[in-house]
């Protein structure tokens, strides 16, 4: 199981990020840091295989905590998730070794991509050799990441579980709020429990149906909005 070390100032979004790193099982937060002294204190002695690292920080921000890692030898992977996407920035993330840069908001799928796109490297690096595809897929994140173009996403099978007029309830609901909707709200206009409504709507999500994207404007816990593509 992967190690992992969130650094992030504001606790609703750290919670966030822990929330969305550990669906995953191969992944387990270690340690949240709440900025990047701390950040920097609990790497030099703590070994951990991934940091999801904030730009915007009190004292000092995400550059700086980079630089000062690598500077001892510090050499863990590092996803920046920040809102500062101008290319001065990105690039001098780029230089310092960031293996992904996500700015907010984000989806969660997106995230998710990240987090596989380590994997792949981690179980890349693992062996005693790559192919050249291999390398591609890796560094380009080539046809690793693309499905067949010749098989359309609604032409697949449901996952065990779901039913069709279920989801064609739930995409009616969707097309007709084009705003997006929580799963919440999806479950009270369908009459649905919100369990099912995610279920639902991971499914669209993963095959490309549909959207999420994260709502910070609530003052409160962030939530997740879906909207259906078309």
């Known amino acids: 199981m992967?190690?992992?070390?969130?650094?992030?100032?504001?606790?609703?979004?750290?919670m966030l990020n822990r929330r969305y790193t550990e669906k995953d099982p191969r992944f387990q937060v270690c340690r949240?840091?709440?900025?990047?002294?701390?950040?920097?204190?609990?790497?030099?002695?703590?070994?951990?295989?991934?940091?999801?690292?904030?730009?915007?920080?009190?004292?000092?921000?995400?550059?700086?905590?980079?630089?000062?890692?690598?500077?001892?030898?510090?050499?863990?992977?590092?996803?920046?998730?920040?809102?500062?996407?101008?290319?001065?920035?990105?690039?001098?993330?780029m230089r310092l070794g960031v293996v992904d840069y996500l700015v907010k908001p984000f989806e969660y799928d997106r995230f998710c991509q990240a987090l596989d796109a380590f994997d792949r490297r981690r179980q890349a690096i693992r062996a005693q050799s790559v192919n050249q595809q291999q390398?591609?897929?890796?560094l380009h994140r080539g046809p690793a990441a693309a499905a067949?173009?010749?098989?359309?996403?609604e032409d697949k099978p449901?996952?065990?579980?779901?039913?069709?007029?279920?989801?064609?309830?739930?995409?009616?609901c969707l097309q007709a709020n084009p705003q997006g909707l929580t799963c919440e709200q999806l479950a009270m206009k369908t009459g649905f429990s919100a369990v099912t409504a995610r279920h639902y709507v991971h499914y669209l999500v993963e095959c490309g149906r549909a959207d999420s994207r994260v709502d910070y404007s609530t003052g409160g816990r962030p939530s997740v909005i879906y909207t259906l593509h078309g």
């Open 148 to 153: 067949p173009a010749e098989e359309k996403p």
């Open 2 to 14: 992967y190690q992992v070390v969130i650094v992030e100032d504001d606790p609703m979004v750290a």
């Open 135 to 138: 390398l591609d897929e890796l």
């Open 158 to 172: 449901l996952p065990k579980g779901l039913q069709p007029k279920t989801l064609e309830a739930i995409c009616a």
């Open 32 to 93: 949240e840091c709440p900025d990047g002294r701390a950040a920097l204190e609990y790497l030099r002695s703590h070994p951990a295989d991934l940091v999801i690292l904030d730009m915007y920080m009190p004292q000092m921000d995400g550059l700086d905590v980079l630089r000062q890692l690598r500077a001892a030898g510090v050499s863990t992977d590092v996803i920046m998730i920040t809102a500062a996407s101008d290319t001065a920035t990105v690039e001098a993330a």
